[in-house]
């Protein structure tokens, strides 16, 4: 958990010191969010989730998960709700859709 954390300050720094980077916060809010759910840090995760990109099916399925463990029943049926909104083929849809899915029903 803590070497997690130190990659993602170091993308954090990264980012803050390449300009050519500016526009990637999202990529490394959804690292943060994600590094922050599978290390037990739940309000970490859901606040950096939010900043990553909302129209990306697995960050959303990450937000669902991590309003699971809050306990935020609504919360989390929305963001399941929101992935099968979402038409693609990208993996992220892939993986994200089956489990919606079943969380709906």
Do not use: C
Request: overall charge positive.
């Amino acid at each position: 958990a803590v070497a997690a954390r130190r990659h993602v300050e170091a993308a954090r720094q990264l980012i803050a010191t390449t300009p050519a980077l500016k526009d990637e916060g999202p990529t490394v809010a959804y690292l943060a969010g994600y590094v922050a759910l599978y290390t037990g840090d739940v309000a970490t995760a859901r606040a950096e989730l939010a900043r990553a990109d909302q129209r990306d099916p697995f960050n959303l399925m990450l937000q669902a998960e991590a309003a699971e463990k809050a306990g935020d029943k609504k919360a989390a049926k929305e963001y399941w709700e929101a992935i099968l909104t979402l038409n693609g083929h990208g993996l992220q849809h892939a993986l994200s859709r089956p489990v919606a899915t079943r969380k709906v029903k």
